[in-house]
């Protein structure tokens, strides 16, 4: 076999063989590549490789970062992963086109506003907190299908469920958990794996990985 010619065609390409292993279409997988940290100059290449969904965990940066990039690049389809404040709403429904930190009905609220507004729907997963972590964002299992429909009520889309497993521990059994949380919930997207374990995550059924330093190297 030909080596990859770069990061990007390896995890593109290890993304297709574990999809074809759970029997799935490659296509079925949008690699979000995680640029946060990382300045304009490292993504543009990314970006000249064909790669255009991208996502960043800081309303702040992005601003500071994407108008720039996506007036070369006008198809870039940009992701919010990780916590959002509530006062930050407004700012991420304008800039996202896709928001996967939906955790609480504080945000929901903020959310369901801020898009009335702008009259702008922005897909969202809910983030559950899978590994009952303290320390954690996330929604906690039991409280999801009461936060779907408060979202719903709100008029805001969720069409999946997201998480992050807890660190150093095998996360295929928290990855199980959230697809059969999505099932029972009727949602057909799922927003899991990082570097270590998105292999994992697309054998299990993931609609989205959310790829870093696989792609980027190691963040300063
Ligand atoms: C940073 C981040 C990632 C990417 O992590 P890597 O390990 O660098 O792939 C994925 N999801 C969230 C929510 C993140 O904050």
């Known amino acids: 076999m030909d080596q990859p010619a770069s990061p990007l065609e390896a995890v593109r390409a290890r993304i297709a063989a574990s999809a074809r292993i759970a029997g799935r279409e490659p296509q079925a997988v949008r690699l979000v590549a995680i640029s946060k940290t990382h300045p304009a100059e490292v993504i543009t290449p990314l ?3 064909g790669q255009r969904v991208f996502g ?3 309303v702040q940066e992005a601003q500071d970062k994407w108008p720039a990039l996506r007036e070369a690049f006008p198809d870039v389809e940009l992701h919010l992963v990780g916590q959002l404040q509530s006062n930050k709403a407004e700012d991420a429904v304008a800039l996202f086109d896709c928001i996967h930190g ?3 009905p504080s945000l929901v609220t903020a959310l369901g506003k801020a898009m009335d507004k702008a009259g702008r729907r922005v897909p969202c997963f809910v983030q559950v907190n899978i ?4 320390q954690k964002g996330g929604c906690p299992i039991a409280e999801v299908p009461a936060l779907l429909a408060s979202a719903r009520e709100a008029g805001i889309p969720v069409v999946g469920l997201m998480c992050v497993p807890p660190a150093g521990i095998e996360a295929a059994p928290f990855f199980a958990l959230l697809a059969k949380l999505a099932a029972d919930n009727g949602l057909a997207q799922l927003s899991m794996g990082m570097s270590e374990d998105f292999e994992t995550a697309v054998l299990l059924g993931a609609t989205h990985v959310r790829v870093g330093s696989a792609l980027f190297g190691a963040r300063g």
């Open 47 to 49: 970006l000249a490789a």
């Open 131 to 134: 590994g009952a972590e303290e």
């Open 56 to 58: 960043e965990n800081r």
């Open 102 to 104: 939906l955790d609480r």
